[in-house]
Nanobody
Framework: QVQLVESGGGLVQAGGSLRLSCAAS???????MGWYRQAPGKQRELVAA???????NYADSVKGRFTISRGNAKNTVYLQMNSLKPEDTAVYYC????????WGQGTQVTVSS
């Protein structure tokens, strides 16, 4: 069983930056990890993902602005978000995937114009 806890969300002006953290209850180095987001009235969408081998992929809407990475402690994943836009406003969820999926409770990111 893996428990995920996100942190780092908040209110930021357009053009600003935030770094989200996802702390796992156990080691997740063998898991594929992802950050998803869900805006009001919209479906949850993949923002960024990183495999156990370190390969990454991003939604087209965030390429060049967001960076996903794993922490040295092996049980943390980060999402560095730069040049934030109002359309990035959403609840951001951490996801761990290995044979089954685990989700965090989400953290709110609000970008004001």
């Amino acid at each position: 069983q893996v428990q995920l806890v996100e942190s780092g969300g908040g209110l930021v002006q357009a053009g600003g930056s935030l770094r989200l953290s996802c702390a796992a209850s156990g080691t997740i180095f063998s898991f594929s990890m992802g950050w998803y987001r869900q805006a009001p009235g919209k479906q949850r969408e993949l923002v960024a993902a990183i495999t156990s081998g370190g390969s990454t992929n991003y939604a087209d809407s965030v390429k060049g602005r967001f960076t996903i990475s794993r922490g040295n402690a092996k049980n943390t994943v980060y999402l560095q978000m730069n040049s934030l836009k109002p359309e990035d406003t959403a609840v951001y969820y951490c996801n761990a995937n290995r044979l089954r999926e685990y989700w965090g409770q989400g953290t709110q990111v609000t970008v004001s114009s």
